[in-house]
């Protein structure tokens, strides 16, 4: 056998060998080759395009914007990144609802790749802390849909609607303006929280040209506006965009309430939402819209296909991680973790979520321990967890940076010693006619004396 037909068996076996390791992979492959659909990668491959690791997140109110946080904490972690987090009198917010300043961010989660938790939104701030490459993302809701969420979430902080006889939603939009005070604390929650969230003026509803110019501002900042009814549509956006993996988009739906603290939308309601909430409609509408234009540019049948993935991909976590297809839901008495429990706004509404079936981590390595908690954890410890693990990273380097300096400090101010088996060298003058030196004159108003080197006064202060 020659060796041109040697070197082509060992290609194919080689090749058959790869292919079968990597069967889902391949699968993937194929169905791209044949759709012309770009290649999906489920891990990372080497000569591809680097992932995007500059990213500034938006967290708007009540638009799975959460479930997006946790997102991105988990890829913060898997590649080691800094993640802008509050200072500790904010809260796990950055001082909401006063607009975004870099004096809320906490020192020990400065010069950051990520930032994502709840701001009012200020683009010159925001892009004076982060790098210049990073890329802007939010999300957006049915303006319908997210009222009647935020009237029932903020039901018992909103002035505006703790004056509602009933807890009525009907009896609100009857007559908003009976209830509705535009100064007041938490107003935001009750009209257009979208475009305040996004640093608009939330009351400047009759000006046509202030709403238009608001809306072409978000498109020149945001790269993508992320829909929340669409949002495994928005996620393959997000991963084309960004370069990312498919292991890097899987999620579990976080902050979710339970059926009974629904409320059903009789008719008309929904036309008295979009009217009261005219800007927040505008924004949702266009950019639903640029949505889909993106959609259709990279192929519908591209982005069917990758959806498709995703959910398949989720359903395998879901079932290492929980056992079935998806994680079983449980109110916030149930989850025996308390890490796990997520924050309830009042006891008229139950938001549910999940807990770690014990007889299915028990098998489990470390690492994919840490990956199924990570994916169930709510935002607050999610939050907490982070700024720990960022502030010990923070005081090692500290301490090893310091530690050098002082290294280098004790080196410099080292006077050399003379060796006691060796005179002193003779002192330099001008030579005599004989070849012997003669002392030269110390200058006006010196010492003969050497002078002695002092103490080392700087000082350096202790952590906070």
Not at 303 to 327: D, I, Y
Not at 381 to 399: A, D, K, W
Not at 402 to 415: K, N
Request: with cysteine; aromatic share 10%; charged share 20%.
């Amino acid at each position: 056998m020659s060796q041109k037909k040697i070197f082509l068996f060992v290609i194919a076996i080689s090749t058959v060998s790869l292919l079968l390791h990597q069967g889902g992979h391949w699968n993937w492959t194929m169905e791209a080759f044949h759709l012309g659909c770009p290649v999906l990668r489920s891990h990372p491959s080497p000569g591809l395009k680097p992932k995007h690791t500059n990213v500034a997140f938006l967290k708007t109110h009540k638009t799975a914007s959460s479930t997006m946080q946790n997102l991105l904490f988990r890829f913060a972690e898997s590649n080691n990144l800094t993640v802008a987090l509050p200072i500790q009198s904010c809260g796990h917010q950055f001082c909401y609802p006063r607009l975004f300043t870099s004096h809320f961010v906490h020192p020990h989660t400065q010069t950051p790749n990520i930032i994502t938790n709840h701001m009012r939104f200020n683009k010159t701030e925001v892009q004076r802390l982060m790098p210049n490459d990073t890329i802007y993302i939010t999300i957006l809701r049915d303006p319908v849909s997210m009222f009647e969420s935020l009237f029932s979430y903020y039901n018992q902080y909103c002035q505006s609607f703790k004056r509602v006889a009933n807890g009525s939603l009907e009896a609100f939009l009857q007559n908003p303006r009976r209830y509705y005070r535009p100064d007041e604390k938490d107003s935001m929650y009750a009209r257009n929280t979208l475009t305040f969230d996004l640093g608009g003026d939330k009351d400047r509803t009759k000006d046509v040209a202030y709403a238009r110019a608001f809306v072409e501002e978000v498109e020149q900042v945001f790269s993508l506006v992320m829909i929340a009814e669409y949002f495994d549509e928005s996620l393959v956006l997000l991963r084309h965009l960004l370069s990312w993996d498919l292991d890097d988009i899987l999620y579990v739906k976080l902050n979710m309430r339970t059926e009974s603290s629904k409320r059903s939308l009789t008719p008309g309601l929904p036309a008295k939402i979009r009217a009261w909430n005219s800007l927040d409609a505008l924004l949702y509408d266009h950019f639903n819209a640029s949505l889909w234009r993106q959609l259709s540019a990279l192929g519908l049948a591209c982005v069917a296909r990758e959806v498709r993935l995703l959910q398949q991909a989720q359903e395998r976590l879901m079932r290492s991680c929980f056992g079935g297809s998806t994680p079983l839901v449980k109110t916030a008495t149930q989850i025996k973790n308390k890490e796990l429990r997520p924050w309830q706004p009042s006891g008229k509404v139950s938001i549910v979520g999940y807990d770690l079936p014990v007889n299915v981590s028990r098998g489990f390595s470390k690492q994919a321990q840490e990956l199924c908690l990570k994916l169930i954890m709510p935002e607050i410890p999610y939050t907490q967890t982070v700024l720990r693990s960022q502030s010990l990273r923070y005081r090692r380097s500290y301490q090893q940076a310091h530690a050098f300096q002082r290294s280098i400090r004790t080196v410099l101010t080292r006077r050399p010693q003379v060796p006691r088996d060796q005179s002193p060298p003779a002192a330099s003058g001008p030579v005599s006619e004989t070849g012997s030196t003669t002392p030269s004159k110390p200058a006006a108003g010196s010492q003969d004396q050497p002078s002695k080197l002092g103490p080392d006064s700087s000082q350096t202060q202790a952590l906070k």
